[in-house]
């Protein structure tokens, strides 16, 4: 396996790592954001259920605030979990800019060695015929 090859797979795997990262932090962002609507689902419930029986509404106020904390806890790590994918889709943006730099240096590398083969190919086969030339 040349440089140019163990380069480019190094580049990939970092690559799919990241890919992986980001991943998981969207399926963390998305879980908690499930939760958020889930705590919001279960307000209105509890709200609808205080209006049908009054011995409810006497814990609503104390239930409603436990609530808005759980609320703001949520939103808070979302918010959390935006920035770290944002901060994880920078680094797959620039893990995939060097993979695809080692693919573009290994690609010039490959037609340097394919020009270089023609050229000491042509130069044989003039060597060849200036032989027979003079021969």
């Not at 980001?22 to 939760?35: F, H, K, P, S």
């Not at 490959?110 to 130069?123: F, I, M, S, Y």
Request: aromatic share 4%.
């Amino acid at each position: 396996m040349s440089w140019s090859e163990s380069l480019i797979k190094l580049a990939t795997y970092e690559v799919e790592t990241h890919q992986k990262r980001l991943a998981d932090i969207v399926e963390r962002r998305t879980a908690a954001q499930m939760r958020l609507a889930a705590l919001h689902a279960e307000g209105d419930a509890e709200r609808a259920r205080s209006q049908d029986d009054a011995n409810v509404g006497l814990y609503q106020n104390g239930y409603l605030d436990g609530l808005r904390q759980r609320k703001a806890a949520m939103r808070v790590e979302i918010d959390t979990l935006l920035i770290e994918e944002r901060g994880a889709r920078d680094a797959l943006s620039a893990a995939f800019e060097e993979q695809k730099k080692y693919e573009h240096v290994a690609e010039q590398a490959r037609r340097v060695e394919v020009k270089e083969a023609a050229r000491r190919e042509t130069a044989a086969l003039d060597e060849l015929g200036l032989r027979r030339a003079r021969g």
